[in-house]
């Protein structure tokens, strides 16, 4: 059974930035692909950024591109995203999710398994 768990949420002033790490506790982390995706209030679930099954070719969402960093460390079957230079807009919890896939996809529906979520507020 696949059990991501995320943390590194928190409270940030505009301009600052936060690390969020989600540890895979199975035994598959090295096989597929990871995402990070975000929902605010009323708003759909966003794709953030995703990365291959070997830490290559990352992608992100263009409101997040030059700011926000993925990337993953397959001794610790963890994922990372360093976010820069927040914005009050980048408010959301933010989801870690394994793909079914090796490759980076952007759609929620290409990921199998999702943390429980971590809440990042940026205060202007």
């Known amino acids: 059974q696949v059990q991501l768990v995320e943390s590194g949420g928190g409270l940030v002033q505009a301009g600052g930035s936060l690390r969020l790490s989600c540890t895979d506790l199975?035994?598959?982390?090295?096989?597929?692909?990871m995402g990070w995706f975000r929902q605010a209030p009323g708003k759909e679930r966003q794709f953030v950024a995703a990365i291959n099954w070997v830490g290559a070719n990352p992608t992100y969402h263009d409101s997040v591109k030059g700011r926000f960093t993925i990337s993953r460390e397959a001794a610790k079957n963890t994922l990372y995203l360093q976010m820069n230079t927040l914005k009050p807009e980048d408010t959301a919890v933010y989801y870690c999710?394994?793909?079914?896939?090796?490759?980076?996809?952007?759609?929620?529906?290409?990921?199998?398994?999702w943390g429980q979520g971590t809440q990042v507020t940026v205060s202007s």
């Open positions: 999710a394994k793909s079914k896939y090796t490759e980076a996809l952007g759609l929620p529906s290409d990921y199998v398994y």
């Open positions: 199975g035994h598959t982390f090295n096989l597929y692909a």
